[in-house]
T-cell receptor, first 113, second 112 residues
């Protein structure tokens, strides 16, 4: 009964590959997000989706693309992976107004070799 | 640009004493502030929040103080317990959207 679940938990892949990270929430939240925690431990917003509409798109490379088949899912696709993409990626969700904060998934540690 | 800053990467306190974690922000449009707690290999979990219309919010052992003029907030944990050992992230949102900005985190260690 995990509230926000993301898979896989660990992902090791070679440079140049294309990979996807899946995220699902069963909280009925309106908005879902992808955050990247970089080597300096900063959590940086990448994307958010509200009712299947992209409402935030930070300056991330266009190799990264969010895909939301429905309100409960926001998957992250990454093309042509680079060494610098290695990080922990967190999915999160919230009600539109975010009164009680975000609920995060447990993270996906991506290692590009 | 880091709009939310936690200048202390780590803090160590003795069990039973008070832990004070600090956070500064630069964006005057922020009107909602939160603290998250993160254990290794887990996602951050919401701990406590405060809106800009208040200067204090208390929940059990956790109290958050907001000083809008100084653009500063702090989280007080008293008494501190070994189970409180984790990384604490300060976050803020507001303005034209609900985009939430996070600080870099402070690793709290509570020694028995």
């Amino acid at each position: 009964d995990t509230a926000v679940s993301q898979t896989p938990k660990y992902l090791v892949t070679q440079m140049g590959n294309d990979k996807s990270i899946k995220c699902e929430q069963n909280l009925g939240h309106d908005t879902m997000y992808w955050y990247k925690q970089d080597s300096k431990k900063f959590l940086k917003i990448m994307f958010s989706y509200n009712n299947k509409e992209l409402i935030i798109n930070e300056t991330v490379p266009n190799r990264f693309s969010p895909k939301s088949p429905d309100k409960a899912h926001l998957n992250l696709h990454i093309n042509s992976l680079e060494l610098g993409d290695s990080a922990v990626y967190f999915c999160a969700s919230s009600r539109l107004e975010g009164v009680s904060g975000y609920t995060f998934g447990s993270g996906t540690r991506l290692t590009v070799v | 640009d880091q709009q939310v800053k936690q200048n202390s990467p780590s803090l160590s306190v003795q069990e039973g004493r008070i832990s004070i974690l600090n956070c500064d922000y630069t964006n005057s449009m922020f009107d909602y502030f939160l603290w998250y707690k993160k254990y290794p290999a887990e996602g951050p979990t919401f701990l406590i929040s405060i809106s800009s219309i208040k200067d204090k919010n208390e929940d059990g052992r956790f109290t958050v103080f907001l000083n809008k003029s100084a653009k500063h907030l702090s989280l007080h944990i008293v008494p501190s317990q070994p189970g409180d050992s984790a990384v604490y992230f300060c976050a803020a949102s507001g303005g034209s959207n609900n985009d939430m900005r996070f600080g870099a985190g402070t690793r709290l260690t509570v020694k028995p």
